[in-house]
């Protein structure tokens, strides 16, 4: 049999055959495509409002849309929903376009903007008033929320709701001319101000806004409403499977409702629960305040959940990709656990990351028995879990620098690094015993540790066999180059942050030591000039990548990825409580 188009599209695209895991979205459009509807075409869309960087939430939503498309063999259009010029702007354009193709997807010639169906949504505007089923109406929006009910009262009929067709078509144009002040009036659907669903109590359709549009500049002095603008933009683009997360479901009678009046193509609506993460905000309103107050150093800070902010702090997009695999897709919310995020992203760096040595809080190392002029070559190899990457040279030499941390004055039980008379292996190197330690005499402070070595217990020689129960990273002094790295946790210490007591506000919950940065930190010399967005994993201590904003040739800056598993932080965490 030869290959159909689709089948030849899904190959291009690289579609999973039958990798990828079954979801009720997933079976929907499958079986959709059995049954032959919409003529056997898939075509999805992502539709963002360029009001905002994207964050990871949206990265499932692309994911679930790309990847759908690719899957069958369909089309995924990239949809910017800029109704709204007050809030939008070009720079969020420019971001949301570089995002998506970093994640590794590409919407080809389908771009598409919801200001380019201005002329066309005003056109079905009055289509619709001509049938008798929109007004003018000049209700403040006060009155408008006033005469719109509860959920357990229902709404009153607008006083201009009885406006004639030929008045209502005379006043729209005028909207659209100029004539009037924003707010003094509002085009509206005229539905149902009994209904049940609150969305179909004569919702707005169109606004007065006298703002300049980053596209459409001063050219309209009317925009239509998200609500009005969202459903007719996917049937223009002839959308079959319109996804969209669950706070969607009650507005879906009203996109039924225009549709139907209206006569056109009817795209189906499936909604999905949003991801929603422990320890951060995902909503783009609180994004934009931490943002606009100072409380992060801008939309790609590395504790952002923003993709260009994880982006920056070295996560991949394998890694995001997995893990929006990983999550599923539900009907229900849900929470993931931000875990689950930090443990696809060290999977996919453990294999890709090149290992160094680096020490953060370096802590000096004299071996008294080791002669002053002699440097040794030691071998280290690049990643154990990737034989092809190889080896390199680390210099071993007299004055080394340790970790602060892996030195105990009074090791507590558990404690088998550094401690008077203790034994520990330098990687790579050789064994080590602590002899003696020196305080800084004002601030009673270790500040330098003299130890032995063990000539015969070279790492690989004959000897090396004897073992000792801690292996530690280090640098050699003389050779070692400075760095600046930044270390961060999670940016709300609360598990869910949105979570606050009546009359808190939401940013009293950030955690004052999301952020902390070490400026004498040690790293091996093979770093130097290392490449910003460059990822290695710093032995023992996690992975991190050279910062692609403030890093350069004169000052290396290395982010903090993610921590490696660390079984004694844990153990002592555990001892504390
Ligand atoms: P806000 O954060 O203010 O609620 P938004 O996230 O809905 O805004 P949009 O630009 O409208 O912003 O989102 C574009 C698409 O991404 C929509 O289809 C939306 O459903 C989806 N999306 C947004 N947030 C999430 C999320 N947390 N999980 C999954 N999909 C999401
Ligand atoms: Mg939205």
Not at 264 to 289: C, D, G, M, Y
């Amino acid at each position: 049999m030869n290959k159909t188009a689709t089948e030849d599209r899904r190959e291009a695209a690289g579609a999973p055959a039958d990798s990828a895991p079954s979801h009720f979205i997933r079976n929907i459009v499958a079986q959709d495509l059995k049954e032959n509807k919409n003529g056997g075409r898939v075509h999805t869309r992502f539709p963002p409002e360029p009001n905002g960087y994207l964050h990871i939430g949206h990265a499932k939503s692309i994911c679930l849309n790309f990847g759908l498309a690719a899957e069958f063999g369909g089309f995924c259009n990239l949809r910017f929903d800029d109704t709204n010029p007050s809030k939008e702007d070009i720079e969020y354009v420019e971001s949301i376009k570089s995002d998506v193709r970093w994640l590794g997807f590409d919407w080809g010639e389908k771009e598409y903007f919801a200001s380019d169906y201005f002329e066309q949504l005003y056109r079905y505007a009055l289509q619709l008033i001509e049938g008798g089923s929109a007004y003018v109406c000049d209700l403040t929006a006060d009155q408008i929320r006033e005469y719109r009910g509860t959920l357990t009262e229902p709404g009153k009929n607008s006083p201009f709701r009885a406006r004639s067709v030929e008045e209502n078509l005379d006043l729209f144009q005028r909207m659209r001319a100029g004539e009037f002040a924003d707010g003094a009036r509002t085009l509206r659907a005229r539905i149902d101000m009994a209904s049940p669903n609150l969305n179909l109590r004569d919702p707005v359709m169109y606004r007065i806004l006298h703002a300049a549009h980053h596209r459409t500049g001063d050219r309209w002095r009317i925009y239509p409403t998200y609500d009005f603008a969202h459903g007719q933009s996917d049937s223009i683009e002839g959308i079959t499977h319109s996804i969209c997360t669950l706070e969607f479901e009650d507005h879906r009678p009203l996109y039924d409702w225009f549709l139907d009046r209206l006569g056109i193509h009817h795209p189906q609506q499936i909604e999905f629960a949003r991801l929603n993460l422990t320890h951060t905000v995902l909503s783009k309103r609180k994004l934009l305040q931490l943002v606009k107050d100072g409380h992060v150093a801008g939309w790609d800070d590395p504790r952002m959940p923003t993709l260009a902010g994880i982006r920056r702090r070295g996560y991949t997009a394998d890694a995001i990709r997995t893990f929006c695999e990983r999550i599923g897709v539900a009907k229900r919310n849900s929470t993931v656990d931000i875990a689950m995020l930090e443990h696809s992203v060290r999977e996919d760096l453990n294999l890709r990351a090149p290992r160094v040595m680096a020490v953060l809080r370096p802590l000096r190392v004299v071996i008294t028995n080791y002669p002053e002029d002699r440097v040794e070559e030691l071998e280290a190899v690049n990643n154990p879990e990737d034989p092809n990457m190889g080896t390199r040279k680390v210099s071993f030499s007299r004055v080394l620098y340790i970790e602060q941390e892996d030195f105990r004055e009074d090791p507590p039980k558990g404690f088998f690094r550094l401690a008077p008379g203790r034994e520990a292996r330098l990687r790579y190197a050789y064994i080590v015993k602590c002899e003696e330690f020196v305080k800084d005499p004002k601030t009673g402070a270790v500040v330098e540790l003299r130890c032995t070595y063990d000539p015969e217990s070279k790492s690989g020689a004959a000897r090396s066999g004897r073992k000792v129960k801690a292996t530690l990273h280090w640098v050699s002094a003389a050779h070692a180059i400075e760095a600046e790295v930044r270390l961060y946790d999670h940016l709300f210490a609360a598990e869910n942050p949105d979570d606050v007591q009546e009359g808190v506000d939401w940013t009293s919950g950030i955690n004052p030591k999301s952020l902390e940065t070490l400026t004498s930190c040690r790293v091996e010399p093979i770093l130097a000039g290392a490449a910003p967005g460059n990822r290695y994993q710093f032995e023992r201590l996690g992975y991190f990548s050279v910062d692609t904003v403030d890093s350069s040739d004169r000052r290396l800056v290395f982010n903090r990825t993610v921590t490696l598993r660390d079984s004694w932080a844990k153990i002592e965490k555990a001892q504390k409580k």
